[in-house]
C-alpha cells in the first residue's frame, strides 16, 4: 500500500502563486505514475496533471495549461505542483494520487489511480 500526504493548500488571491507537495511512501516511487486531481464545491473530480515515473511525461488538463506545472522529486518520493497566475476557478480541494503499474500511453486523465491522498483546500479569493 502506498501513502499519500499532501500539503501546501491555502488561501490565497487571484493572481497569487502556491506550491502543492505530495510526499509518498513506498520504495518503489521512482516507476509510479503521479497525478493531481482536484474536487470543488459541488462538482465532480476533475483531472489536473500528471507525471510518469522519471518524470518523461507530462500531462496537463487544457484549463491549467501554461499555469500549472507538475514535477517530481525522486530522491525524495514527493511529486509537486506549482499553481500560478490562479484563478477563483481553481478554488477546490487537490488531491495527489499514485498509478503503481502502467503502460507506455496510459490516460493518467480517466482517473483510475491505485491510490489517493486526503486532500488540500486550496482557496483563491477575486
Known amino acids: 500500500q502506498v501513502q499519500l500526504v499532501e500539503s501546501g493548500g491555502g488561501l490565497v488571491q487571484a493572481g497569487d502563486s502556491l506550491r502543492l507537495s505530495c510526499a509518498a511512501s513506498g520504495r518503489a516511487f521512482s516507476g509510479y505514475g503521479m497525478g493531481w486531481f482536484r474536487q470543488a464545491p459541488g462538482k465532480e473530480r476533475e483531472f489536473v496533471a500528471a507525471i510518469s515515473g522519471r518524470g518523461g511525461r507530462l500531462d496537463y488538463a487544457d484549463s491549467v495549461k501554461g499555469r500549472f506545472t507538475i514535477s517530481r522529486d525522486n530522491a525524495k518520493n514527493t511529486v509537486y505542483l506549482q499553481m500560478n497566475s490562479l484563478k477563483p476557478e481553481d478554488t477546490a480541494v487537490y488531491y495527489c494520487?499514485?498509478?503503481?503499474?502502467?503502460?507506455?500511453?496510459?490516460?493518467?486523465?480517466?482517473?483510475?489511480?491505485?491510490?489517493w491522498g486526503k486532500g488540500t483546500l486550496v482557496t483563491v479569493s477575486s
Open positions: 494520487a499514485v498509478k503503481v503499474i502502467y503502460y507506455s500511453g496510459y490516460a493518467f486523465s480517466g482517473g483510475d489511480m491505485d491510490y
